[in-house]
C-alpha cells in the first residue's frame, strides 16, 4: 500500500476519519484527504477539523447543498477528475451519506479498490436515504470494515465473501474516548444540573410538517418535567420556520461542536434523538437514549446498550422518561471492540495489503 486517499463529507463523516488519519499517519503510509464540501458551514465543518485534529484538505470539492440526485452526481463529477489525477491505492469511504456512495460509484467505475468503514449496518427500511447509500456502498466495495457482528451476519446474509469482511469495531468511540477528558473539563456555561439533550434531522421526522409538529409537541410536554437543550441542525432550523411551530419552551441552540456536544452528553439526564452516532456514543458513555425512530441500524446499542427505540409512540416516550426520571433507566454494556483502538487495526489491515 502506498498511497491512501480518503473522502469525507459530512459531520459524523469527520469523527470517523479523524481516528483512521491519525493511526495511518503512523505508518508512514502517504494519505490524501477529500472534502466533498457536502456540509459546509463553520459549526457543521471547519469547527470538528480543528477539535478532531484533522489536517486541512488536500481537495475541497466545494459541492454544497442539493437534492439527493443532483448532490451525488455533483459529487461524483468533481471526486472523478482528482482520482484519476491523485492515482490512489486505494480510496476509504465513511459512513453513508450521500458522499460515501457517490465516491465509491466513481471508483468502483475506475477499478480503484475501496475500503468502507462503518459497513454491515441495516436497518431494513429503504425509506431511509442512508440505507439505500449503505447497501450500494457495500455492495461495490472491496474491503468491508464492521463494526459489531450484526453487520458481518448482515453482509453474510447478502452473500458477501467473508474474505472482504473485517470486524475492526467502532471508529466513532475512538474520537469519543480520545477527547472525553476535554468534554469533561468544558465549563458548565449556565446549562442546569438536569436536562434533557435533543437532536433531530432525519427527513422523515422534520421534513413533513405533520410530523415534525407531532415530536416537537411531545418535546415541550417533556419540558414540563426536564429542560429541553435542543442544538438544531440547519435542515430542522430551516422547517421549524417554514412550518411556523411554536418551540419557545424548548432552549434552541446552534449546531454544537464535538466537544461541547460531548460534554452535554455526558451529562445529559437522557438524550432524546434521531441520529445513528448518538446512540452508539450514548451507549458508550452509559447515558440514557431514547430514539425517536421504529427501527435502528444500530441494533447492538439496544440489546447491549442504553438505547431504547419509542418511534412516533408519545405514550412510549412518556413511559420510558419515567421510568429514567425514577431512577429506572435501563442498564447497559459497553459492546466489544468499541475500545478506542479502531483506527489502529484498520491501519494495520491496510499496511498489510
Ligand atoms: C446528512 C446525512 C445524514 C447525517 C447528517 C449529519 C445524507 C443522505 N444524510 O444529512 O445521514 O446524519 O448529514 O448531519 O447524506 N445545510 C446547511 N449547512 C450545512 C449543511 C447542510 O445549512 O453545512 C442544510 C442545507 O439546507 C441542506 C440541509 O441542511 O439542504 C440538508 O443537508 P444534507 O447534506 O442534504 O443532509 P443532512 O440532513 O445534513
Known amino acids: 500500500m502506498k498511497h491512501i486517499l480518503h473522502v469525507v463529507g459530512a459531520r ?5 476519519a479523524a481516528p483512521v488519519l491519525r493511526a495511518i499517519q503512523q505508518t508512514g503510509i502517504r494519505q490524501t484527504l477529500v472534502h466533498t464540501g457536502q456540509h459546509y458551514d463553520h459549526k457543521m465543518s ?8 484533522i489536517p486541512d484538505p488536500d481537495v475541497n470539492l466545494g459541492v454544497g447543498s442539493g437534492s439527493h440526485a443532483a448532490q451525488t452526481a455533483d459529487i461524483m463529477k468533481h471526486f472523478e477528475p482528482v482520482v484519476l489525477e491523485r492515482k ?25 479498490p475501496v475500503a468502507h468503514v462503518e459497513a454491515g449496518l441495516r436497518s431494513f427500511d429503504r425509506t431511509m436515504p442512508e440505507e439505500i447509500n449503505r447497501i450500494v456502498t457495500d455492495r461495490i466495495s472491496n474491503l468491508l470494515f464492521t463494526p459489531s457482528e450484526d453487520g458481518d451476519l448482515n453482509l453474510k446474509h447478502e452473500g458477501v465473501e467473508q474474505e472482504r469482511i473485517r470486524r475492526v ?45 407531532r415530536v416537537l409537541d411531545s418535546l415541550v410536554a417533556v419540558s414540563g418535567q426536564l429542560d429541553i437543550i435542543f442544538p438544531v441542525h440547519p435542515r430542522t432550523r430551516q422547517r421549524i420556520l417554514e412550518f411556523g ?7 434552541l441552540l446552534e449546531p454544537m461542536p464535538y466537544i461541547e456536544f460531548l460534554s452535554l452528553q455526558s451529562r445529559a439526564s437522557v438524550v432524546i434523538t434521531d441520529s445513528g452516532g448518538i446512540q452508539e ?11 425517536l425512530r421504529n427501527n435502528t441500524e444500530r441494533p447492538v446499542t439496544v440489546e447491549l446498550g442504553t438505547n431504547v ?8 416516550l412518556d413511559a420510558e422518561l419515567g421510568n429514567i ?15 478506542g483502538h479502531t483506527g489502529d487495526r484498520i491501519a494495520q489491515i491496510l499496511a498489510g495489503l
Open 169 to 213: 469495531g467502532n471508529v466513532m468511540i475512538d474520537s469519543l474516548i480520545q477527547l472525553l477528558p476535554a468534554a469533561k473539563n468544558c465549563p458548565k456555561n449556565g446549562f442546569p444540573d438536569r436536562f434533557a439533550l435533543v437532536t433531530l434531522h432525519r427527513p422523515s421526522n422534520v421534513d413533513d410538517s405533520k410530523s415534525l409538529r
Open 88 to 112: 490512489p491505492d486505494i480510496v476509504l469511504v465513511y459512513g453513508d451519506v450521500n458522499s460515501t456512495v457517490a465516491a465509491a460509484l466513481v471508483c468502483a467505475k475506475l477499478l480503484i
Open 12 to 16: 459524523p463523516n469527520f469523527v470517523k
Open 281 to 291: 456514543e450514548t451507549t458508550y458513555l452509559g447515558i440514557p437514549c431514547l430514539t
Open 309 to 316: 427505540l419509542v418511534g412516533e409512540d408519545k405514550s412510549k
Open 245 to 251: 411551530i411554536n418551540v419557545e419552551r424548548l432552549h
Open 46 to 53: 471547519d469547527v470538528f477539523f480543528t477539535q478532531l485534529s
Open 325 to 339: 426520571l425514577a431512577g429506572k433507566a435501563k442498564k447497559g454494556t459497553v459492546p466489544p471492540l468499541w475500545d
